[in-house]
């Protein structure tokens, strides 16, 4: 699962790119063939109102836990979460979640 910074199409493209999820100029025809709600399934930052990333972290945790209710991607296991700011900053985060026998989270 990647939770990107979309807080304009750019930084949803730009971010496909960056983590290497697709090659050079061809991120507006992944992003097109890959996403089922929305660069997050949470309505990502727009949605919540920016927050400087907090909640993409809070629903990548959600969705690693299993928790996230009916926006819950089946079998997330591991998360790419990235933000930036209008300075140019930027951070990523990637984080995973082990499966315990009978589907708990360790």
């Known amino acids: 699962m990647v939770l990107l910074d979309d807080r ?3 930084d949803v493209l730009h971010g496909v790119e960056a983590l290497g ?3 050079a100029g061809r991120a507006a025809e992944s992003v097109r ?3 089922r709600t ?3 399934g949470h309505g ?5 109102g920016h ?3 907090y909640g993409q972290l809070f629903e990548a945790v ?3 836990r299993g928790d996230a ?3 819950q991607i089946p079998n997330a296991r591991v998360a790419v979460v990235s933000s930036s700011d209008p300075t140019g900053s930027a951070a990523a985060i990637v984080m995973g979640a082990e499966r315990a026998e009978g589907g708990s989270v360790r």
């Open 62 to 64: 959600l969705q690693l």
């Open 33 to 35: 063939h890959a996403v």
């Open 21 to 23: 999820l697709c090659a």
């Open 44 to 48: 990502g930052q727009l949605a919540g």
């Open 38 to 40: 929305g660069p997050s």
């Open 69 to 71: 209710g009916a926006r």
């Open 51 to 53: 927050a400087g990333g």
């Open 8 to 10: 304009c199409t750019f």
